[in-house]
T-cell receptor
Framework: AQSVTQPDIHITVSEGASLELRCNYS??????LFWYVQSPGQGLQLLLK??????LVQGIKGFEAEFKRSQSSFNLRKPSVHWSDAAEYFC?????????????FGKGTHLIIQP | GAGVSQSPSNKVTEKGKDVELRCDPI?????LYWYRQSLGQGLEFLIY????????KSGLPSDRFSAERTGGSVSTLTIQRTQQEDSAVYLC????????????FGSGTRLTVV
């Protein structure tokens, strides 16, 4: 069965500093990988996704993520965070074969931005 | 519509009552998903529809939960005889086609059972 681990429940970063959120997955084959962001009281918004090809993917809002098969990781990065980036971030893995099993989400990382 | 619409946005119900949650997906999206988000528990996959059919209902937490989708569009998630542990945010998402291209989520229904 597929699983996703986000080791950091909370992360605090100063505004303007760089950010890396960790995500490790367990999946038998090449996975589909996603990062979503959730602001308070809102649904989840897709930041970026990886299916195949270039292992460094660019997303919206200046985020990027790198797929490292050898480490089973898909960490999210941003060079310089803004106060508006404060939110909950979810990593997810999905099966290539179809949507019947849905996506498996990590438990999320709560990002706090210090002024 | 332009996005995934869920109603109501908030629902407070008494224990033992039935509730119905509605999801209106993006027009043309054939796949629809329901998730439950509980505090500190992340997102729990409940059920998936391709068109009007749900191939696998084993993700529903108990037999008090049921879901249907009509006309390949609107879906309702029904919880019968609600319990306090059903309190959560119920999220709906839709996508185009089979493959996990990434969902578009609605804003959710926050259910509180008192």
């Amino acid at each position: 069965a597929q699983s996703v681990t986000q080791p950091d429940i909370h992360i605090t970063v100063s505004e303007g500093a760089s950010l890396e959120l960790r995500c490790n997955y367990s999946y038998g084959a090449t996975p589909y990988l996603f990062w979503y962001v959730q602001s308070p009281g809102q649904g989840l918004q897709l930041l970026l996704k990886y299916f195949s090809g270039d292992t460094l993917v660019q997303g919206i809002k200046g985020f990027e993520a790198e797929f490292k098969r050898s480490q089973s990781s898909f960490n999210l990065r941003k060079p310089s965070v803004h106060w508006s980036d404060a939110a909950e971030y979810f990593c997810a893995v999905g099966a290539q074969g179809g949507g019947a099993d849905g996506l498996t989400f990590g438990k999320g990382t709560h990002l706090i931005i210090q002024p | 519509g332009a996005g995934v619409s869920q109603s109501p946005s908030n629902k407070v119900t008494e224990k033992g009552k039935d509730v119905e949650l509605r999801c209106d997906p993006i027009s043309g999206h054939t796949a629809l998903y329901w998730y439950r988000q509980s505090l500190g528990q992340g997102l729990e996959f409940l059920i998936y529809f391709q068109g009007n059919s749900a191939p696998d209902k084993s993700g529903l937490p108990s037999d008090r939960f049921s879901a249907e989708r009509t006309g390949g569009s609107v879906s309702t998630l029904t919880i019968q005889r609600t319990q306090q542990e059903d309190s959560a945010v119920y999220l709906c998402a839709s996508s185009f086609g089979w493959v996990n291209y990434g969902y578009t989520f609605g804003s959710g229904t926050r259910l509180t059972v008192v």
